[in-house]
């Protein structure tokens, strides 16, 4: 089957050794395998695994929007659910990371507002904790608390977390990351699917389009002897 190669990278078809993979495997078992790959992947994205295989996860993740883009001819309905369910893993992965840390060290405390900060877009705040130290407000900024205002705030101790208006909810995190994942993983093997089918649809169309080979019609047998009388 003829499949376009070239030096360049193609995001409109798939290449050979793709090609062979798809055609070669069960179709069941070829899904069942990108599924697991794709699970696989936004779970090392949202440190459901691990929290050092975020940037591994990322980049595999780059890997299978090129799986997308071949299998379906660069089509956005399928790599923009995944984009998106991407980022949102990376984004949860945030949140799972430091309400995990604020649920195993971290405590409610009183602060005190000392700086106050806003923009078009995002509001940010500096507080100073009540052994002293000043420290980064938590994400979004204090909830419209004035410098010198006290604030009551979820703080880890030993500052390797933003604090938190709100106590650490690490099983919220878990289940959004979770359908985020599904939705990445429905993404990556719809995409197998149509990938298998437009192989097959091309394979087809070349073996209607190549010439028969013309064979001979087999020789007529000898006659056979006459008896001699």
């Known amino acids: 089957m003829d ?10 078809f798939p290449p050979a050794w793709l090609a062979r993979l798809e055609l070669g495997m069960p179709p069941r078992r070829l899904y069942a395998l990108a599924g697991a790959i794709a699970f696989l992947v936004g ?3 949202s440190t459901l695994i691990s929290q050092w295989l975020t940037l591994p ?8 929007l090129w799986v997308i883009a071949v299998n379906t001819g660069q089509r956005l309905w399928l790599a923009a659910p995944f984009l998106i369910a991407t980022f949102a893993l990376i984004v949860f992965a945030l949140f799972l990371i430091q309400d995990r840390a604020l649920a195993e060290r971290g405590s409610w405390v009183n602060t005190v507002v000392v ?25 979004g900024g204090c909830r419209g608390a004035d410098v010198g205002d006290s604030v009551r705030l979820f703080a880890d101790p030993e500052g390797e977390v933003a604090p938190s208006n709100t106590a ?4 919220l995190w878990i289940w959004l990351a979770a359908a985020a994942d599904i939705v990445l993983t429905v993404c990556v093997v719809r995409s197998a699917v149509i990938g298998v089918r437009r192989l097959r649809e091309l394979r087809a169309v070349e073996q209607s389009m ?20």
């Open 3 to 12: 499949v376009k190669q070239g030096r360049n990278l193609d995001t409109t």
């Open 43 to 45: 779970a090392m994205i």
């Open 57 to 64: 996860g990322i980049l595999l993740a780059l890997c299978l």
């Open 115 to 139: 700086e106050k900060s806003q923009t078009r877009s995002n509001s940010a705040c500096t507080v100073r904790l009540a052994d002293g130290r000043v420290a980064a407000g938590p994400m």
């Open 168 to 171: 650490p909810n690490v099983a």
């Open 210 to 229: 190549s010439p028969t080979r013309y064979v001979p019609p087999p020789p007529p047998p000898p006659p056979a002897p006459t008896a001699a009388r």
